[in-house]
């Protein structure tokens, strides 16, 4: 039995990104974890809009079964403004308490830069040796519409490396999606449940299986 972390900046990266994995996971009897960095606030967002975020994270808690769910509740896209330690402090705090031996999160390689300053604090957070004893593994995740848009260069484009095969739980992947009404585009933009099935059907071709996700490894000790 393994310790996973899912680490999420917003209540729907898990899902896009690592959501048929964490299924996986669940489905081979590990412990599946989830850190949240962001909330929804005022006035930026309505009371309603607040109240269904809410909603979202308890049902998603719920239909991947997570072991524990520890909710940063620091403010949606002003993650870069923030002290980083506020980011830090905890990420830091969720792994001492977990001990995760595999780690999914998002990564630098990415528009919103949400998901890079999350990737960030993660890093600095794992760096000293008593925090990274035990830790096994560390993948960054795909975000459809936010990863494929960035700017390609070496240095920062998604190359993955990794890919799990998510076959069996394609279907339940996209109904834990589908929960994510205020995130979901009509087709054929890139958050529809039509457009996220085909970008698994590509990286499933990669590895000759019908549905895969794919990842970038960032650290690995064995």
């Known amino acids: 039995m393994k310790r996973?972390?899912?680490i999420s900046t917003h209540p729907d990266d898990e899902t896009l990104g690592a959501g048929g994995t964490l299924l996986k996971h669940r489905s081979l009897g590990d412990e599946v974890h989830w850190f949240l960095s962001t909330e929804?606030?005022?006035?930026?967002?309505?009371?309603?809009?607040?109240?269904r975020?809410?909603?979202?994270?308890?049902?998603?808690?719920?239909?991947y079964g997570v072991t524990s769910l520890h909710w940063a509740h620091l403010p949606t896209t002003r993650l870069a403004d923030l002290p980083m330690e506020e980011i830090i402090a905890p990420l830091r705090k969720a792994i001492d308490e977990i001990k995760p031996q595999?780690?999914?999160t998002t990564g630098s390689h990415d528009v919103h830069t949400d998901h890079g300053v999350t990737f960030a604090a993660l890093m600095t957070a794992v760096k000293s040796f008593n925090r990274t004893?035990?830790?096994?593994?560390?993948v960054t995740y795909e975000v459809i519409s936010s990863t494929d848009v960035y700017p390609a260069s070496r240095a920062s484009h998604f190359v993955p490396n990794v890919y799990s095969n998510v076959t069996e739980f394609i279907d339940d992947k996209l109904d834990i999606m589908s929960v994510l009404t205020d995130e979901l585009h009509p087709a054929p933009l890139p958050r529809s449940l039509e457009s996220?099935?085909?970008?698994?059907r590509y990286r499933g071709s990669t590895i000759g299986v019908p549905y895969a996700e794919a990842f970038m490894l960032q650290f690995e000790a064995y």
């Open 40 to 51: 929804a606030f005022a006035p930026a967002y309505s009371a309603e809009q607040i109240e």
């Open 53 to 63: 975020q809410k909603a979202y994270v308890d049902r998603i808690a719920e239909m």
């Open 196 to 200: 996220i099935r085909a970008l698994a």
């Open 133 to 138: 004893a035990g830790l096994e593994r560390i």
């Open 102 to 104: 595999w780690i999914y």
């Open 4 to 6: 996973v972390l899912a």
